[in-house]
């Protein structure tokens, strides 16, 4: 069965707050070839690019006075592409004996993020203790893996039902782990705001989580800082996935529905629905099995492409 996927990501600095200090990315990772010369009678500015492999969902929540909260989301999203193309090792991809380099890698990318951002804080007084939060979704069909800090969420919906992938890393949400406070009472505590995992602020360490699960065609992955959960119930989430007729409709619904209820946050909504169908190529690599990724294997899927930036002059 092939499948395809409908992504949407969008952000808003809702009704209270003068900056948006929140960012997300969606991107592809794929390799790619740039042609200088060849015998091949391809022209020799073409670019070829072989499967995809994999993609990256984030969304990060920065804190911070004097617009640093901002910088500091910025910067971690930044250091996020920086590592991922740089330094992380991605190419093994549904390799099994590799799964834990690459929640090693995803978590060494969380500590990279920090290392930059202490940095940028030491060199600018005035960006002391800015900090960010950051929940990535690392998608190389049909596995899923997140590396999450910070009170942004990751949810998966499924035949109807939603379920919170990540856990909040606050202190309301530790006292209710402990048992000194009810469910109820953290939704409104004052801690429910107070971090103790984040990427920068005033502690040198950070603690990213990681998670890994199997999608099936049918889900939806929804991905949100907390400007939208401060508003929105994970029953009505859950609805906007089910109901909407794309990934674009429920992430403007769902921000919708946060500002019409005082819009006190920034918002950022990302929804991935997989659908399934037969006319779509983008999760072809689902049929793919582990270790037929060889180049010689990903011939069929070249696609000679001419970037924009590239063009051959007239
Ligand atoms: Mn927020």
């Given at each position: 069965?092939?499948g395809s996927m409908d992504v949407f990501g969008t952000t808003d600095?809702?009704?209270?707050?003068?900056?948006?200090?929140?960012?997300f990315?969606i991107?592809?990772?794929?390799?790619?070839?740039?042609?200088?010369?060849?015998?091949?009678?391809?022209?020799?500015?073409?670019?070829?690019?072989?499967?995809?492999?994999?993609?990256?969902l984030?969304v990060?929540?920065?804190?911070?006075?004097?617009?640093?909260?901002?910088?500091?989301?910025?910067?971690?999203?930044?250091?996020?592409?920086?590592?991922?193309?740089?330094?992380?090792?991605?190419?093994?991809?549904?390799?099994?004996?590799?799964?834990?380099?690459?929640?090693?890698?995803?978590?060494?990318?969380?500590?990279?993020?920090?290392?930059?951002?202490?940095?940028?804080?030491?060199?600018?007084?005035?960006?002391?203790?800015?900090?960010?939060?950051?929940?990535?979704?690392?998608?190389?069909?049909?596995?899923?893996?997140?590396?999450?800090?910070?009170?942004?969420?990751?949810y998966l919906c499924?035949?109807g039902?939603i379920?919170?992938?990540?856990?909040?890393?606050?202190?309301?949400?530790?006292?209710?782990?402990?048992?000194?406070?009810?469910?109820?009472?953290?939704?409104?505590?004052?801690?429910?705001?107070?971090?103790?995992?984040?990427?920068?602020?005033?502690?040198?360490?950070?603690?990213?989580?990681?998670?890994?699960?199997?999608?099936?065609?049918g889900d939806a992955v929804l991905l949100c800082t907390?400007g939208l959960t401060?508003h929105v119930s994970d029953d009505e989430l859950r609805e906007s996935l089910v109901g909407g007729s794309s990934a674009q409709q429920a992430c403007e619904q769902l921000v919708q529905l946060a500002n019409s209820r005082?819009g006190?946050?920034?918002t950022t909504v990302i929804v991935a629905r997989f659908l399934e169908t037969?006319?779509s190529?983008e999760?072809?690599?689902?049929?793919?099995?582990?270790?037929?990724?060889?180049?010689?294997?990903?011939?069929?899927?070249?696609?000679?492409?001419?970037?924009?930036?590239?063009?051959?002059?007239?």
């Open positions: 069965m092939s600095v809702g009704r209270k707050r003068e900056q948006n200090e929140d960012q990315l991107a592809d990772l794929t390799k790619s070839m740039k042609i200088h010369q060849t015998s091949l009678g391809l022209d020799h500015q073409t670019r070829l690019f072989g499967n995809s492999q994999g993609k990256v984030a990060a929540d920065g804190m911070g006075g004097q617009a640093a909260g901002e910088r500091a989301s910025g910067a971690a999203i930044d250091a996020i592409v920086a590592y991922l193309l740089d330094t992380m090792r991605w190419f093994y991809q549904l390799d099994d004996d590799c799964e834990d380099d690459l929640l090693d890698g995803l978590k060494a990318a969380m500590v990279h993020c920090q290392e930059r951002l202490h940095a940028e804080a030491e060199a600018m007084p005035r960006r002391h203790g800015m900090g960010t939060t950051m929940t990535l979704a690392y998608l190389i069909w049909p596995r899923l893996y997140i590396v999450h800090v910070g009170d942004s969420r990751c499924r035949g039902h379920e919170q992938l990540t856990n909040d890393h606050t202190l309301a949400e530790k006292f209710v782990e402990a048992g000194t406070l009810s469910e109820d009472a953290a939704r409104t505590s004052r801690w429910r705001h107070v971090l103790w995992n984040v990427i920068g602020g005033e502690s040198n360490d950070v603690s990213p989580e990681v998670y890994r699960t199997d999608l099936e065609l907390d401060a005082g006190s946050d920034n037969a006319a190529a999760l072809v690599a689902a049929e793919s099995q582990p270790g037929d990724k060889s180049l010689e294997d990903t011939e069929p899927y070249l696609t000679p492409v001419t970037p924009p930036e590239i063009a051959p002059k007239a």
